[in-house]
Nanobody
Framework: QVQLVESGGGLVQPGGSLRLSCAASGSILSINVMGWYRQAPGKERELVAAITSGGSTNHADSVKGRFTISRDNAKNTVYLQMNSLKPEDTAVYYC?????????????????WGQGTQVTVSS
């Protein structure tokens, strides 16, 4: 059994900051890419940022210079520091992990999603 648990969402005023965290737990052997996605009402889910196990990152153009993704491999945790938030950043943010885990003596690969955390930017 593996799972991702997100935290850190909430209500913030425009220009404010939030930090999202996502911790993976279970019989995890390795995690390749971890990422953050978001979905606003009436819109498709979109990639916000991703980070490899080696620390290479990619950020969507809409958040470059404002958001920063990072990870702690020892804790199987990924973070998203969000600064200079705008109303258009309002969405449910989802954590994603491409991981390898064990079930008994077997190894399985899985693309795992968190439950989502609401971020609302409003005055």
């Amino acid at each position: 059994q593996v799972q991702l648990v997100e935290s850190g969402g909430g209500l913030v005023q425009p220009g404010g900051s939030l930090r999202l965290s996502c911790a993976a737990s279970g019989s995890i052997l390795s995690i390749n890419v971890m990422g953050w996605y978001r979905q606003a009402p009436g819109k498709e889910r979109e990639l916000v940022a991703a980070i490899t196990s080696g620390g290479s990152t990619n950020h969507a153009d809409s958040v470059k210079g404002r958001f920063t993704i990072s990870r702690d491999n020892a804790k199987n945790t990924v973070y998203l520091q969000m600064n200079s938030l705008k109303p258009e950043d309002t969405a449910v943010y989802y954590c994603n992990a491409d991981l390898l885990y064990s079930v008994g003596s077997a190894y399985r690969g899985y693309d795992l999603w968190g439950q989502g955390t609401q971020v609302t930017v409003s005055s």
